[in-house]
């Protein structure tokens, strides 16, 4: 059985249809199922509503007695289920509820243990959003993957809000979330072997009012905080920085000796500047960052590690020779310009390259 929590706080305008929807999309799945809606004391009879309906529709209404939270709201969603598959989607349509058909059949098909409906895979995508919607909307999706590189490098969309997951990925996950991301916590924690994404485009809210404020997007921050200490994420990150550190200072360092005292052309230099700190942070990366424990120090995979490093390091590298180039014919100073390279690069592998760098490790174990 599929058990989809739906969580709902002031939602009487939309919960019927909500339900008539989902309904009907899990029966086009051929799927057994019930509708667990977890309302948070609203004032306007959505849980009344809701339960209106259970003579045509299996439905469950669990009542809270304050705004508790959605996360939680999941969680105890979850917690009275009774499917061996769990699931979640939002009561305001935004969610198109059709999109639990596919959720069904990328769990029972193909055999998936968490399938995430997605905006941000081919086929998905928001309505009319605002650009500044948008970059708020990627900005949060590519912090998330920054943070946790490990967890999250190869999910499309970790904010979504609508998915299903196999219950038995849930065991001993302790999910302790905090704010609106529940999915964050389960990709964070669970079980799990295979993921799926599943297409879907975001809807504009035509009723009721969204619930997202200020408080909910400091809870967001806060719980990528938890998760990264959580899972060892945070203290990796501090390693990473520290070796990035003594990359860039063996970059400017060996530049300036280089040019000064040898009387290479900056040129020459450069470039063999970069591969020597690049060949330090992998080294650093391999036995410190990344480590599982001293004795597998050396484990297999490491040219194939290497190979790809260095295939990611590409572009920074190249960012940082024009940009120390370019600040070189107009202005002179080595050092400054070789330091602003550097800097250039690291800013560049910061904002795009970070979880694909850090899944080069994913596979190994990382000490706290
Ligand atoms: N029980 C309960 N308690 N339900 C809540 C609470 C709460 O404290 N806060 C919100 N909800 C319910 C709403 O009634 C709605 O059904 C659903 O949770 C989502 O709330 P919205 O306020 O409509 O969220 P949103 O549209 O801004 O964000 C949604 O979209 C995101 C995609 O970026 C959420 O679904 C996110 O989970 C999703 O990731
Ligand atoms: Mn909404």
Same mark, same amino acid.
């Given at each position: 059985m599929i058990s989809v929590v739906i969580p709902t706080y002031n939602e009487a305008a939309v919960i019927e249809e909500t339900l008539r929807r989902a309904a009907a999309a899990l029966r086009t799945a051929a799927e057994d199922f019930e509708l667990v809606v977890v309302d948070d004391a609203g004032t306007d009879g959505t849980a009344e509503r809701a339960e209106s309906l259970a003579s045509e529709i299996p439905v469950h209404v669990l009542r809270r007695p304050g705004r508790l939270g959605l996360a939680t709201a999941v969680l105890d969603g979850w917690a009275i289920a009774r499917g061996e598959v769990l699931g979640v989607m939002d009561a305001d349509l935004q969610h198109p509820p059709e999109v639990l058909t596919g959720l069904a059949q990328a769990i029972r098909k193909e055999g998936a243990d968490l399938a995430i409906g997605s905006r941000y895979v081919p086929g998905g995508g928001t309505s009319d959003w605002t650009w500044m919607r948008r970059m708020i909307s990627r900005t949060a999706t590519h912090m998330a993957a920054t943070v946790l590189p490990l967890k999250l490098a190869a999910v499309g969309d970790p904010m979504s809000g609508v998915f299903l997951v196999r219950a038995s990925a849930l065991c001993d996950a302790h999910l302790n979330p905090l704010g609106y991301k529940i999915l964050l916590e389960v990709l964070a924690k669970a079980h799990y072997q295979k993921l799926v994404e599943v297409p879907y485009i975001f809807q504009e809210r035509e009723r009721g009012s969204s619930k997202l404020g200020a408080r909910q997007y400091l809870e967001y921050l806060l719980h990528?905080? /938890?998760? &990264?200490? #959580?899972? !060892? @994420?945070?203290? &990796?990150?501090? /390693?990473?920085?520290?070796?990035?550190?003594? #990359?860039?200072?063996?970059?400017?360092?060996?530049?300036?000796?280089?040019?000064? /005292? @040898?009387? +290479?052309? &900056? $040129?020459?230099?450069?470039?063999? =500047? $970069?591969?020597?700190?690049?060949?330090?942070?992998? =080294? +650093?990366?391999?036995?410190?960052?990344?480590?599982?424990?001293?004795?597998?120090?050396? *484990?297999? !995979?490491? +040219?194939? *590690?290497?190979? /790809?490093?260095? #295939?990611?390091?590409?572009?920074?590298?190249?960012?940082?020779?024009?940009?120390?180039?370019? +600040?070189?014919? @107009?202005? #002179?100073?080595?050092?400054? !310009? =070789?330091?602003?390279?550097?800097?250039s690069g690291g800013v560049c592998n910061f904002l795009f390259n970070i979880p694909s760098i850090w899944r080069t490790w994913g596979r190994c174990v990382y000490s706290r």
């Amino acid at each position: 059985m599929i058990s989809v929590v739906i969580p709902t706080y002031n939602e009487a305008a939309v919960i019927e249809e909500t339900l008539r929807r989902a309904a009907a999309a899990l029966r086009t799945a051929a799927e057994d199922f019930e509708l667990v809606v977890v309302d948070d004391a609203g004032t306007d009879g959505t849980a009344e509503r809701a339960e209106s309906l259970a003579s045509e529709i299996p439905v469950h209404v669990l009542r809270r007695p304050g705004r508790l939270g959605l996360a939680t709201a999941v969680l105890d969603g979850w917690a009275i289920a009774r499917g061996e598959v769990l699931g979640v989607m939002d009561a305001d349509l935004q969610h198109p509820p059709e999109v639990l058909t596919g959720l069904a059949q990328a769990i029972r098909k193909e055999g998936a243990d968490l399938a995430i409906g997605s905006r941000y895979v081919p086929g998905g995508g928001t309505s009319d959003w605002t650009w500044m919607r948008r970059m708020i909307s990627r900005t949060a999706t590519h912090m998330a993957a920054t943070v946790l590189p490990l967890k999250l490098a190869a999910v499309g969309d970790p904010m979504s809000g609508v998915f299903l997951v196999r219950a038995s990925a849930l065991c001993d996950a302790h999910l302790n979330p905090l704010g609106y991301k529940i999915l964050l916590e389960v990709l964070a924690k669970a079980h799990y072997q295979k993921l799926v994404e599943v297409p879907y485009i975001f809807q504009e809210r035509e009723r009721g009012s969204s619930k997202l404020g200020a408080r909910q997007y400091l809870e967001y921050l806060l719980h990528l905080v /938890r998760l &990264a200490v #959580g899972t !060892g @994420q945070l203290y &990796a990150g501090i /390693r990473y920085a520290l070796v990035a550190l003594v #990359g860039a200072l063996i970059d400017v360092g060996l530049v300036c000796a280089l040019v000064q /005292r @040898q009387g +290479w052309p &900056a $040129i020459a230099a450069l470039p063999l =500047a $970069i591969e020597v700190a690049l060949l330090s942070n992998f =080294a +650093w990366s391999e036995i410190f960052t990344f480590r599982s424990s001293p004795t597998s120090r050396f *484990r297999s !995979g490491m +040219w194939g *590690r290497l190979l /790809r490093y260095e #295939g990611i390091c590409i572009p920074g590298a190249l960012l940082n020779i024009l940009v120390a180039l370019v +600040w070189l014919s @107009q202005i #002179g100073k080595l050092i400054t !310009g =070789a330091a602003l390279g550097v800097v250039s690069g690291g800013v560049c592998n910061f904002l795009f390259n970070i979880p694909s760098i850090w899944r080069t490790w994913g596979r190994c174990v990382y000490s706290r």
